[in-house]
């Protein structure tokens, strides 16, 4: 096929898949039609059957190309990461996740759509497997985490996704729900206070470590404290 025929037709499909993107995230897939789609990409109706047997491979269509575009951006997060649990590695994943959660807000509107409209077809392998995808990207480095004095004894590549996944969670709400703040807090401040949570744990003077012995959790250290001193209460039910 001559250059000039193939290009023609690699831009008709750019038009065509770009109309369908906008109309799809907008109206959804069943509020879309091809009409439409064909009025905004500026081309017969009957063109687009030419390249798409059905609306549904037109839609399976839109969602492989972007997220052949997501690919590199995802693999991209990986490539600086030489101590996954630093504050400056942590620092820079939550920098990436909110680029792409931000850049790219059309392609996690096509995710919702898909778990609505087609019970999730066409994106499961997104998150399928997502700890084995994660060990297989950064396991030496997870485990190398893991052989650390102190280390928490949880799975690190278990620990590392399920930081990713909040990481992206939070991003999303922000953007696509309107979160406004949702936290309370500027996105840089919820990163600094990731990194905290991350990097340090939740109990003062335990840094999220484990240090030579078992540190005492929440009920234990219930018990240990004073037993407070009965109160009198008065007959009313008030207190004195």
Known sequence: MPKIRQGRLEENQRRIETAALGLFTRQGFHGTNIRQ?????????????????????LFASVVRNYEARM????????NYIREPFSREDIRRLAAEIRSIVYDNADYWLLMYIDVIEFRNQHFAQVFQGLVEKIRRRVGPLLNEAKRRKGWCGRDPAFVFASMYMYMFEYFLIEKLFSGNRHLGVSDEQAIEGFIELFACGLWNGSNGQRRGRQS??????????????PRMYALSGGSQ
Do not use: W
């Open 216 to 229: 005492k959790g929440p009920n234990q250290r219930l018990m240990s404290m004073p037993k407070p001193k």
């Open 37 to 57: 789609i064909a009025q905004q990409a500026e081309i017969s109706t009957g063109a687009i059957y030419t390249y798409y047997p059905t609306k549904e491979a």
């Open 71 to 78: 690919k590199p951006l995802r693999d991209q997060m990986f």
